[in-house]
Antibody, heavy 117, light 107 residues
Framework: EVQLVESGGGLVQPGRSMKLSCAAS????????MAWVRQAPKKGLEWVAS????????YYGDSVKGRFTISRDNAKSTLYLQMNSLRSEDTATYYC??????????WGQGVMVTVSS | DVVLTQSPATLSVTPGERISLSCRAS??????LHWYQQKPNESPRLLIK???QSISGIPSRFSGSGSGTDFTLSINGVELEDLSIYYC?????????FGAGTKLELK
């Protein structure tokens, strides 16, 4: 059974940093692209970033480009999202998702990030 | 960026009826259009991929159609457990974008 479990969220002040993790199990992690998708409170879904199998290629949405970094450790079957220079508009639930070509086929339960002073 | 417009924003339904939800793209996305269901306080779940391809474990009452710019998600015989928000997503180009969602509520 595919499982994706996010961690690392919480309350953070504007301008500070936070790192999210996503532990994957139930599939061969290195065989899949992975992604982060977020959802602001009471809002829709927004793709944040994706990463290739070995991490050599990364892709970002315009709203986070230059501030967020997606990475992975295939030996640990773990996906990461380093978030710097956080803004109030980054407040959201962040979902880890398996990214198969153009489809997000499995999603984690999500982790809440609140950016506030 | 490709803008996906979903309609209606909210749909009031009666159990048992057949319904259709629309997703319109601002430019052609071929069949790189996928549908997700999000129940209250849950993560999104993939329902339909590549416009019309079914997903293992998803009830057969869900179906999708369309190509290019106009797409439809149909539910043949709505059940109470289907009361959710439905999102479409395009994967034809980056950034991958989502529609704003259609909320199904009980009439």
């Amino acid at each position: 059974e595919v499982q994706l479990v996010e961690s690392g969220g919480g309350l953070v002040q504007p301008g500070r940093s936070m790192k999210l993790s996503c532990a994957a199990s139930g599939f061969t992690f290195s065989d899949y692209y992975m992604a982060w998708v977020r959802q602001a409170p009471k809002k829709g879904l927004e793709w944040v970033a994706s990463i290739s199998y070995e991490g050599s290629s990364t892709y970002y949405g315009d709203s986070v480009k230059g501030r967020f970094t997606i990475s992975r450790d295939n030996a640990k079957s773990t996906l990461y999202l380093q978030m710097n220079s956080l803004r109030s508009e980054d407040t959201a639930t962040y979902y880890c998702a398996r990214h198969v070509y153009t489809v997000f086929d499995y999603w984690g339960q999500g982790v809440m990030v609140t950016v506030s002073s | 960026d490709v803008v996906l417009t979903q309609s209606p924003a909210t749909l009031s339904v009666t159990p048992g009826e057949r319904i259709s939800l629309s997703c319109r793209a601002s430019e052609s996305v071929d069949t790189y259009l996928h549908w997700y269901q999000q129940k209250p306080n849950e993560s999104p779940r993939l329902l339909i991929k590549y416009a019309s391809q079914s997903i293992s474990g998803i009830p057969s009452r869900f179906s999708g159609s369309g190509s290019g710019t106009d797409f439809t998600l149909s539910i043949n015989g709505v059940e109470l457990e289907d009361l959710s928000i439905y999102y479409c997503q395009q994967g034809n180009s980056l950034p991958h974008t989502f529609g704003a969602g259609t909320k199904l509520e009980l009439k």
